[in-house]
Structure formats: structure tokens, C-alpha cells
């Protein structure tokens, strides 16, 4: 099996505010809303993800974190996958494979060369691995498992950012 890289899964960036992101995403930027969840491990009022639809399977996706601290110059990233990181900054970026199979091979590349990697994590919609750059930056290679749709989207995640979808979202 050849390794290789689809493209960029999701790019991930944190929020200070995600009714003021999901406005500017949706009516500035034409990108439709396909996910919006509470992020385990942390509990329901301290973090939540929005994902959108940037075309082409891309998707660009925002953390907002109740205890993000101010965004600092030069700060680049969290120390690990599980960790808050400032508004503004770049939480992790994540690359696409097309299957399990390719994935854990990549996870044996990795290992192969001395990277320290996670487990496979499966999100429900997603699988993923995560490990570090040298620099430290949080890397992710991930497979859909299926499409994102309207049971991605939580109503308390929406309602507790403000955000009111006047429309039913689709698909």
C-alpha cells in the first residue's frame, strides 16, 4: 500500500464567540453549517465544535472553549488533542485518507518512524489519529466514516451559542 495524504480533513480553530463565527461563516462566507456537538471529555457548558462546509468535502471547523485564554502572539497550539487552546489560535490540523485500512497503515508509518500516535479514535462520524509535528503542532489523519447531517447538528449546542437557525437544516 502506497501512502499518501486526500487533502485536509478539517482545519480546526477556536472561537471566541460562536453565534458571531457561525453569522460571518454563513451569510459572509456562503459555508453551510453540517455539525455542531458538545466536546467530550469536557462537560456541556465548557466546550463545543461547529463544522462547515467550505465545498469540495472540506470542512472548517471552530472550537469554543468557556476557558479559553485570551489569544497570545506566537502562541501556535495546545499541548495535546484534549486541551483548550487560545481564541484565534490553530487547535490541530487534520488530513484525509479514504479508509480504515489506510489510516492504520499511516499509523503504522508513523510509529515506524518514531512519532508517538494515538490510538484509532472513533468520533461516530469520524476515525482519527492524532500525534505532533516537530514543532509541536497537533496533527490529525482522519477518515469519514459517514456523512455529516442533520443528527450532528445539537439543538442544545446551538441554543447555548446563540445561534437560531431559521430554516430547517438539510444535508
Not at 8 to 17: E, G, M, Q
Not at 49 to 59: A, R, S, T
Not at 75 to 83: E, F, G, L, M, R
Request: proline share 6%; with cysteine; charged share 20%.
Amino acid at each position: 500500500m502506497t501512502l499518501r495524504m486526500g487533502g485536509v480533513h478539517h482545519l480546526a480553530l477556536v472561537s471566541r464567540d460562536l453565534k458571531a463565527t457561525h453569522e460571518f461563516y454563513t451569510n459572509t462566507m456562503n459555508m453551510r453549517l453540517t455539525c455542531a456537538i458538545h466536546v467530550p471529555p469536557f462537560p456541556e457548558d465548557e466546550a463545543m465544535h461547529l463544522f462547515y462546509d467550505m465545498g469540495g468535502g472540506n470542512q472548517l471547523a471552530f472550537f469554543w472553549f468557556k476557558n479559553a485564554p485570551e489569544p497570545v502572539v506566537q502562541q501556535a497550539h495546545p499541548a495535546s488533542p484534549a486541551d483548550v487552546s487560545a481564541t484565534g489560535s490553530m487547535h490541530h490540523l487534520a488530513f484525509s485518507v479514504d479508509t480504515e485500512d489506510e489510516i492504520l497503515a499511516f499509523r503504522d508509518h508513523l510509529k515506524s518512524k518514531g512519532v508517538k500516535v494515538t490510538p484509532l479514535i472513533d468520533h461516530e462520524f469520524c476515525k482519527s489519529i492524532y500525534f505532533k509535528d516537530p514543532d509541536g503542532m497537533q496533527l490529525e489523519v482522519s477518515y469519514w466514516v459517514r456523512a455529516l447531517d442533520r443528527r450532528d447538528i445539537g439543538e442544545a449546542v446551538l441554543a447555548q451559542a446563540g445561534i437560531a437557525i431559521e430554516a430547517p437544516v438539510t444535508a
